[in-house]
């Protein structure tokens, strides 16, 4: 068993928010195998799926970003999963809006969420896919920037990079990470 964890925030007023590019991939991937996020366990929102023969459990944490790593590390537990088996999906101020990268490990980059899982997992040895909502112009209030909704004009573009992250973490299930990533960085 592998988990998939797209990280976001709970709640249609975050649902098109930058923040929650995680959901978003997540949600494909589910769309993708015929399955829905019905069970509710360990503070998330879990589907079971098969992708690329493997099994998978695709999570959206229930909690707020900056506690995702609750709902990861009881889950790790709950099934038994060894830490490279669990990919984080999320968002990355850092990366040019559309771009992926994919990462077979790495620090949290200033990301509350990934501050979060690597804490409860007690290790940051786990590979990571971060999707670019950075702007080429900077930021002045990067937490107001990622609470903010994608205007509609960007939303054709946001399709295409989490059809291309769906893809990447098809690549990642299918054949390696080392293979997934110079595939689709």
């Known amino acids: 068993m592998r988990l998939i964890v797209g990280l976001g925030n709970p709640g249609a ?10 959901f978003l991939v997540v949600e494909e991937l589910a769309r993708r195998a015929s399955t829905q996020f019905k069970t509710r366990q360990c503070q998330a929102l879990t589907a ?10 695709l999570v959206k944490p229930q909690t707020f970003m900056n506690e995702s790593g609750l709902a990861v590390a009881a889950l790790r537990a709950r099934y038994e999963v060894g830490v490279p088996d669990v990919l984080v999906i999320a968002d990355e101020l850092a990366l040019p809006f559309g771009t992926i990268r994919l ?3 790495g620090s949290a980059g200033g990301h509350n969420g990934l501050k979060s899982v690597i804490a ?3 290790s940051q040895e786990f590979p990571r896919l971060r999707l670019g909502i950075g702007r080429d112009h900077p930021v002045e209030d990067g937490a107001a920037f990622v609470l ?4 509609r004009r960007e939303r054709d573009a946001l399709a295409e990079m989490v059809a291309h ?3 990447a973490v098809e690549a990642l299930l299918k054949t390696d990470i ?3 990533m110079s595939k689709h960085n």
């Open 13 to 22: 007023a975050y649902e098109w928010t930058r923040h929650n590019c995680g």
């Open 48 to 57: 079971r799926a098969t992708i690329e023969g493997q099994s998978v459990l």
């Open 103 to 105: 990462r077979r490990a």
């Open 120 to 122: 409860r997992l007690g």
């Open 148 to 151: 903010a909704e994608f205007p």
């Open 165 to 167: 992250a769906a893809d």
């Open 178 to 180: 080392d293979q997934a």
